[in-house]
T-cell receptor, first 114, second 115 residues
Framework: AQSVTQPDIHITVSEGASLELRCNYS??????LFWYVQSPGQGLQLLLK??????LVQGIKGFEAEFKRSQSSFNLRKPSVHWSDAAEYFC????????????FGGGTRVLVKP | GAGVSQSPSNKVTEKGKDVELRCDPI?????LYWYRQSLGQGLEFLIY????????KSGLPSDRFSAERTGGSVSTLTIQRTQQEDSAVYLC?????????????FGEGSRLTVL
């Protein structure tokens, strides 16, 4: 069975500082990996995804993530956060064999200090 | 609209009543999912429909929960005899299977409050 762990429940970062959100997954085969963002009162929006190929993927809003098979990780990064990045971020793992059903982590809430 | 549409956006009900939540997926998407997001929690998978195949109901928490998808499009999630622990945001998502994308497109959710 698939599982996802996001070790950090909350992260506070200053505007302009860098951000890294951790995600560890468990899955026996090559997974599909996703990061979604949920802004207050809004639905989930896909930031980026990894299926295969280049392990460093670029997403929207200046985010990127790196797939590290040896560490079963898919950490999300942004070099310089903006106040509008305050939101909750969810990592998810899926697999074709599971019908593209996604298993989500518990989320990391990001607070941005001015 | 072009996105996943859910209704109602908010529902307040009394314990013991039945509720129905509706999801209208993106046109042409063959896969439809229901997730539940409780306060401060991640997303919990409930049920998944793919075309005419039997749905994957493995995430439904009890037999009070059921869902159907008519004509391969609109889906209704029904919760019978609601309990306070059913209070949550119920999210619907759809996906275009066969495109090897795996991306789920989410609606804004239906917030259910059981008093």
């Amino acid at each position: 069975a698939q599982s996802v762990t996001q070790p950090d429940i909350h992260i506070t970062v200053s505007e302009g500082a860098s951000l890294e959100l951790r995600c560890n997954y468990s899955y026996g085969a090559t997974p599909y990996l996703f990061w979604y963002v949920q802004s207050p009162g809004q639905g989930l929006q896909l930031l980026l995804k990894y299926f295969s190929g280049d392990t460093l993927v670029q997403g929207i809003k200046g985010f990127e993530a790196e797939f590290k098979r040896s560490q079963s990780s898919f950490n999300l990064r942004k070099p310089s956060v903006h106040w509008s990045d305050a939101a909750e971020y969810f990592c998810a793992v899926g697999a074709r064999a599971a019908g593209n059903k996604l298993t989500f982590g518990g989320g990391t809430r990001v607070l941005v200090k001015p | 609209g072009a996105g996943v549409s859910q209704s109602p956006s908010n529902k307040v009900t009394e314990k013991g009543k039945d509720v129905e939540l509706r999801c209208d997926p993106i046109s042409g998407h063959t896969a439809l999912y229901w997730y539940r997001q409780s306060l401060g929690q991640g997303l919990e998978f409930l049920i998944y429909f793919q075309g005419n195949s039997a749905p994957d109901k493995s995430g439904l928490p009890s037999d009070r929960f059921s869902a159907e998808r008519t004509g391969g499009s609109v889906s209704t999630l029904t919760i019978q005899r609601t309990q306070q622990e059913d209070s949550a945001v119920y999210l619907c998502a759809s996906s275009l299977m066969g495109a090897n994308t795996g991306e789920l497109f989410f609606g804004e959710g239906s917030r259910l409050t059981v008093l």
